[in-house]
Nanobody
Framework: QVQLVESGGGLVQAGGSLRLSCAAS????????MGWYRQAPGNRRELVASITSGGSTNYADSVKGRFTISRDNAKNTVFLQMNGLKPEDTAVYYC??????????WGQGTQVTVSS
């Protein structure tokens, strides 16, 4: 059974930091790309950051310079260090693991709330 378990969300004041973690288990094949997406009420789910197995990263313009994505391939775990948080970062953050086009997995989401 495939599971992606996220942790690290919570309530923080503007300017603060949080570190999200996502551990994937039950995936038999190598994970190509892992990433973080977020969805605020009334908005579409959007890419925050992604990282390939080789370490190449991609960030949304809105988080460049503030967020850092990293991963531990041996543990199938991806992290998102979020600094300089803003109220507009408030959303449910979802972890995604891509093995192939046919095999893509999502976590259940973790709430991040940034107060002004």
């Amino acid at each position: 059974q495939v599971q992606l378990v996220e942790s690290g969300g919570g309530l923080v004041q503007a300017g603060g930091s949080l570190r999200l973690s996502c551990a994937a288990s039950g995936i038999r094949f190598s994970i190509n790309t892992m990433g973080w997406y977020r969805q605020a009420p009334g908005n579409r789910r959007e890419l925050v950051a992604s990282i390939t197995s080789g370490g190449s990263t991609n960030y949304a313009d809105s988080v460049k310079g503030r967020f850092t994505i990293s991963r531990d391939n041996a543990k199938n775990t991806v992290f998102l260090q979020m600094n300089g948080l803003k109220p507009e970062d408030t959303a449910v953050y979802y972890c995604k693991a891509v093995v192939s086009r046919e095999y893509t997995y999502w976590g259940q989401g973790t709430q991040v709330t940034v107060s002004s």
